[in-house]
């Protein structure tokens, strides 16, 4: 009776093992060859991501639950979705990883058909979906990489002659409501637009670049006896309006069509497109974006309930959309509306380790409303539509709880963007606080390569304490925008470290490329042991703000001046000290630097061209004589080799004389294995066309100083 007994228990043991192994799995696997019938098990996988969370919500198992990504493409049918609903907890996350050994990528786009010859330099697919469904797409990646919606200029800009702006609606704003704009085109940009036919003019798009900002616009008319267009929208700012120094390209017309890696789409279906080099028809893959966001992360504002505890590692992001709304895009600073491929609101505790996004036409990781402790890290983010990462919110929070802060960003690269955006930054803090943006590779962009703030002025702003530090940030402007900076401040910010980055290759179009740069209102900020050099206009520039503190840094042949200030102000702007300051070109100081209030002294100054340097029209005696400087000394620091990049000090009297403490700024950028700050070296070949484009736009200055 007893032996009966102990088999029908076991019996049972077993049955019920058997339920809870297929019913809750403490593992679900995902592969491109399962189907969402499947259990989910290794051997009979899911098909998508999101059924695997929707079993993961429906039976919570005692063990973390994981989603094992099998190595493969897939091609999403919606963006991955997660609500508070499909937390994990601390000790038992929810991980969404890459299976060992694979490198899963996730498309948030359409695989296309296989292009068919035209020539051998142009080929074609047709896509039924143009005609069937109006489904006309903007962004299209081939081979993994982006390819160029047609345009013209394919580098380089035209410039605008003039503008007339006639007001058809006032409003109570600084800017009118509406308007009709009359914009005048150079003779080059005129005749390009006299190549395209009268029915194709719809589809035009022309981006302007002005100061700091893009407009995207379509034309509303076109005048060809009076080389001009029209646009209709609202009024221009008046801080930054469009005029002769604005510059221009023309997109999305057939006849631009000229160059490898271009592409045009028909409204006939047909996508046209010229190959790049050893590019093979047969191998050649095409994917058209249809998602803006590839992964979502919403949790409950009205509950208080977050989405918290879950883990991504291992995966690729790629191809997401942007569609252009009918009014075009208006200017807007660091392009701050622009969504991201991940979106996070009311999130934490969310850890992104080691994935990739890129080919993006908006930003990649956007931790937004009330985002707190969450980590980016080891990540490879490039070729992006606009900028890398945003957190915070650009408007405040109504409650201070809901501030996003605690995020840490460490170890990514971040590198190509502003494809779409140029305004775009690398990264972007907003209104948020307490964050670590620390050993990050931030290049090619557009626009600036940190923004720290979005307050101007001295009111109140939360964007407090924040670490911007061991970076690397180089390569950024290209001569196309103005008013950037390698990290640029706004607002308030008492306790924010801008330290121990490297900082270099800033260029702007007009004014304004600097390596550190506090802007308006910017306060309370410690600026030290960062390595700055070929900078545009300064290395370092504050526009206006109180008691900032730059000590210990390294300036170095920066062009045009080395160190700039401009407002004047009754308190104490900043603090300048034990900074070493060589350089052979341009200027010392420039604009109000000689005029403002700071306290300065322990410096090292040396003009590579001559001991005479001048503080505005003061001799260094000249200036110690009006309470500057007093202990600050002309002398050559004797770098190793700057030629070589080597910025060590062989002119020890300097460092003792100054009291500097030598920092190790190898230490800026990314680290770990061999093949990751692999990675994260530039390419000579980029290098290369930016020191070119800072070539030919010092030509132009040299030739017209008052216009670019």
Not at 425 to 443: C, K, M, P, Y
Not at 555 to 575: C, D, K, P
Not at 643 to 656: P, Q, R, Y
């Amino acid at each position: 009776m007893n032996r009966k007994i102990n088999l029908f228990a076991i019996i049972c043991l077993l049955f019920i093992t058997t339920i809870s192994c297929t019913q809750n799995p403490t593992t679900l696997y995902v592969s491109p060859s399962g189907k969402d019938t499947n259990p989910g098990t290794e051997n009979r996988p899911l098909a998508s991501i999101n059924r695997a969370i929707a079993l993961v919500h429906e039976v919570k198992g005692d063990k973390p639950n994981q989603i094992i990504i099998k190595d493969g493409e897939y091609f999403m049918q919606k963006p991955i979705i997660l609500t508070s609903d499909d937390s994990g907890t601390e000790t038992l996350p929810l991980v969404i990883k890459a299976d060992e050994g694979a490198k899963p990528v996730f498309y948030g786009g359409k695989k296309l058909p296989k292009f068919e010859y035209v020539s051998e330099n142009l080929w074609r697919v047709k896509i039924p979906e143009v005609t069937q469904y109006n489904w006309y797409f903007e962004q299209l990646i081939v081979n993994g990489k982006q390819a160029i919606r047609a345009k013209t200029p394919n580098s380089g800009f035209f410039f605008l002659s003039s503008v007339d702006e006639t007001v058809l609606k006032r409003g109570t704003g600084r800017r009118a409501e509406l308007t009709s704009k009359k914009i005048m085109l150079s003779d080059d940009g005129m005749t390009e637009l006299c190549r395209i036919s009268d029915n194709g003019l719809d589809n035009v798009i022309f981006t302007f670049y002005h100061k700091w900002d893009n407009t995207r616009k379509y034309i509303s008319a076109v005048d060809k006896d009076s080389s001009a267009i029209f646009t209709v929208g609202p009024g221009m700012a008046p801080w930054n309006k469009l005029d002769n120094k604005t510059r221009y390209s023309i997109e999305n017309y057939k006849a631009a069509l000229d160059t490898c890696g271009e592409w045009f789409l028909e409204n006939s279906g047909y996508l046209y497109y010229i190959p790049r080099k050893n590019e093979i028809i047969e191998n050649t893959i095409a994917v058209a974006p249809c998602f803006k966001q590839l992964v979502v992360l919403k949790g409950d504002a009205g509950n208080g309930e977050k989405v918290k505890n879950v883990r991504f590692e291992g995966l690729s992001f790629q191809a997401s959309a942007y569609t252009m709304p009918a009014k075009g895009d208006g200017p807007t600073q660091a392009a701050y509306p622009v969504d991201a491929v991940v979106m996070a609101d009311y999130a934490e505790n969310i850890h992104i380790n080691n994935c990739e996004i890129s080919n993006t036409a908006n930003n990649a990781v956007w931790l937004r409303n009330s985002c707190t402790d969450c980590n980016v890290t080891h990540c490879y983010f490039h070729d992006l539509g606009a900028g890398g990462i945003k957190i915070g919110t650009p408007k405040k929070p109504g409650n201070i709880d809901d501030l996003t802060k605690n995020i840490i960003v460490d170890n990514n690269i971040i590198r190509s963007g502003g494809n779409i955006f140029p305004a775009a930054v690398g990264l972007t803090i907003f209104n948020a606080s307490d964050n670590q943006i620390i050993h990050n590779e931030i290049a090619n962009f557009r626009y600036s390569g940190i923004s720290v703030g979005w307050t101007w002025g001295y009111k109140f702003s939360p964007t407090k304490r924040n670490k911007i530090e061991f970076n690397h940030i180089h390569h950024l402007g290209w001569g196309e925008l103005c008013d950037m900076g390698g990290v640029y401040c706004l607002g308030k910010s008492e306790g924010t470290s801008v330290s121990n980055n490297v900082i270099h290759d800033i260029y702007s179009f007009e004014y304004g490329g600097w390596g550190l740069y506090t802007d308006e209102g910017s306060t309370g900020i410690v600026m030290e042991n960062n390595l700055v050099y070929k900078c545009k206009d300064s290395g370092f520039h504050q526009h206006y703000g109180e008691n900032n503190i730059v000590r210990n840094n390294i300036f170095v042949n920066n062009i045009i001046a080395q160190l700039q200030a401009t407002r004047i102000e009754g308190h104490i702007s900043f603090t300048f000290s034990n900074n070493i300051v060589c350089f052979n070109s341009g200027k010392l100081i420039r604009n109000n630097w000689s005029k403002i209030k700071l306290e300065t002294d322990y410096n090292c100054y040396w003009d590579t061209r001559t001991k005479d340097i001048r503080f505005d029209d003061l001799s260094f005696e000249q200036w110690q004589k009006t309470g500057k400087d007093e202990h600050s000394i002309i002398a050559d620091p004797k770098f190793a080799d700057i030629g070589k990049l080597d910025f060590s000090i062989e002119n020890k009297a300097v460092i003792k004389a100054i009291d500097f403490k030598v920092f190790d700024y190898s230490q800026a950028g990314v680290y770990g294995s061999d093949e990751w700050t692999k990675l994260a070296g530039f390419d000579p070949g980029l290098s290369k066309l930016f020191d070119e484009a800072v070539a030919r736009n010092e030509e132009r200055r040299k030739l017209n100083p008052h216009f670019p």
